[in-house]
């Protein structure tokens, strides 16, 4: 408790200077709560206004998938790179260290596998991300498919109510299916769906042609899943063009992970998130970097 005896009265009121009222950085997103902005400029860096997300929950649909078989050897050196983490609960408690300063995007949502019907998913519960430190909970909506497309956007809502409670925002994530093709038409109506049920930010794929139409459909920032292993070079070039249509950066796995030189490609796919680096710069310090020893 202060000295009673030593308060001295206030007299630097900065008068004539009128306070900051700052905006904020992310689109759509200034009406938010501030707990829910402090958790979002954890994940997206002010400055550039973009992330490098780390993906690696495959494994829970996927089992142990190629460069995830030991995530203890391939996935923590590269944590280091990442402006957030992106994994399952399972992988969190197991080799992610407690003592990493990074952003967790948690898979919230799962429920079964490549072996059977994709997209029948639940919701975990609120409590365990709250124990996990969970700075944005990722869930799986299947816009489109006919058997889980209600159930997956009622997993987004409850997601958004719970995660608000606690100012945990949600990703929405759009979902590809056998049936689902993956063009702009598409991608905007799922990514829509997203946003207009409640989530802040939406993690979808890139499409060659108007991507900046699935951008500009959503009134949230959107991130781009990496997709199936490229050629290094093709990868750096689609980040590339996604940021150049007006994405927020990119949510990416395999192309990452099951690259020659993980650490090597990670730092060259920051480059185009964060400095605009064109492709062919990318890629000759991915080249560098991967010969260095
Ligand atoms: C997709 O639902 C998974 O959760 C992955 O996080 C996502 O596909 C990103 O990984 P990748 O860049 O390998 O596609």
Redesign the pocket.
């Known amino acids: 408790m202060p000295d009673n005896d030593s308060i001295q009265a206030g007299k630097n009121y900065g008068i004539g200077i009128p306070q900051k009222s700052d905006g904020f950085f992310l689109k759509g997103s200034a009406s938010l709560d501030w707990g829910v902005k402090n958790r979002l400029a954890q994940i997206f860096c002010p400055k550039s206004g973009n992330s490098v997300m780390l993906?690696?929950?495959?494994g829970?649909?996927m089992g142990p998938t190629s460069g995830l078989e030991r995530m203890d050897l391939t996935i923590v050196p590269l944590i280091d790179y990442a402006d957030c983490i992106?994994c399952t609960r399972g992988a969190l408690r197991s080799i992610v260290p407690p003592t990493v300063r990074k952003p967790l995007s948690l898979?919230f949502s799962a429920g079964s596998t490549i072996l059977t019907d994709l997209n029948d998913e639940c919701v975990m519960d609120i409590d365990e991300a709250l124990r996990v430190n969970a700075t944005i909970l990722?869930v799986?909506v299947a816009v489109g498919d006919p058997k889980h497309e209600a159930l997956t956007i009622r997993n987004l809502t409850k997601t958004v109510d719970l995660g608000m409670k606690y100012s945990i925002p949600a990703m929405g994530?759009t979902?590809v299916g056998k049936e689902l093709v993956r063009d702009a038409r598409y991608l905007s109506m799922a990514s829509r769906v997203c946003a207009e049920n409640g989530a802040h930010v939406i993690?979808t794929y890139y499409c060659e042609k108007d991507f900046a139409q699935v951008v500009n459909s959503v009134p949230v920032p959107i991130v781009i899943?990496?997709?199936?292993k490229l050629p290094e070079k093709e990868a750096l070039d689609m980040a590339y063009r996604a940021i150049s249509d007006g994405a927020s950066g990119?949510?990416?796995?395999?192309?990452?992970f099951q690259s020659d030189s993980p650490a090597a490609m990670i730092q060259a796919v920051r480059e185009v998130v964060h400095k605009g680096a064109k492709p062919e710069q990318a890629y000759k310090l991915y080249e560098e970097l991967k010969n260095k020893k």
Not at 225 to 228: E, H, L, M, N, T
């Open positions: 993906a690696f929950d495959h829970y649909i992106m898979r990722a799986m994530v979902a993690k899943a990496g997709g199936k990119v949510d990416m796995g395999r192309n990452i």
